[in-house]
């Protein structure tokens, strides 16, 4: 059940030396390149606070901005992980290319993006994708997919002679603005490659962020 990882070059501080954001948009780009279903795809952990205390959820989501501000992924508002951010705005998000060796994880506190971004992005949806983000009133219980299916058939006949359809009031995006950001790259003998990069708050200069470099 163990990879051997290993071929490519070994990570180095001096990749990093314009910052995080150009190594993290490279690494998608090279699984894209290598055919890597879904290569935005991350693994978001926020946390639920309960009477028994908080407890940790995480899912998959599409990274669907990237900045040397931060992450930005949209949803619904009112699902769980709308919810969960709500009352404790901070996160972390993995991604993960197994195929090729190479994982980055970010961490930091999370807020909205403005109704103007939001805007920009919901009209590049396709409009089925759009249709189903009002069909569905994410996270809650449904008593069958027959309930479902006749959701979205009365927005998609709700909207039939309505050409740009509109926001929902409950969706939106969120950016994670990270504090600290980990490159992890496999390595013979299990000897990863692992870097963190640690930010001021609110900095995006190259200039302020701490290097160091993390035994596997």
């Keep these: 059940m163990r990879a051997e990882y290993g071929g490519d070059p070994d990570l180095d501080e001096s990749w990093l030396v314009d910052g995080w954001e150009p190594v993290l948009r490279n690494w998608i780009e090279q699984a894209t390149r290598a055919g890597i279903a879904e290569p ?52 972390s998000i993995t991604f993960a290319w197994p195929a090729l060796g190479r994982q980055v994880n970010l961490r930091g506190p999370v807020g909205s993006v403005s109704p103007e971004a939001t805007s920009v992005y919901w009209r590049s949806r396709p409009r089925n994708s759009q249709l189903g983000a009002w069909a569905s009133q994410q996270s809650q219980p449904i008593a069958s997919r027959a309930d479902l299916d006749r959701a979205l058939a009365e927005v998609t006949a709700r ?48 200039a302020a962020m701490k290097l160091e470099r993390l035994q596997p």
């Design 159 to 206: 909207f039939a002679d309505v050409d740009q359809i509109p926001v929902p009031a409950n969706w939106g995006g969120f950016i994670l603005r990270p504090e600290t950001v980990e490159f992890w790259q496999g390595r013979r003998s299990r000897l990863h490659n692992r870097i963190r990069v640690t930010l001021e708050a609110g900095s995006t200069d190259p």
């Design 40 to 91: 935005n795809a991350m693994v978001l952990a926020t946390v639920e606070p309960t009477d028994a205390g908080p407890r940790p959820a995480s899912r998959t989501v599409l990274c669907k901005g990237l900045s040397p501000e931060g992450v930005t992924f949209y949803t619904n508002y009112g699902s769980a992980k709308g919810r969960q951010l709500a009352a404790v705005p901070y996160a």
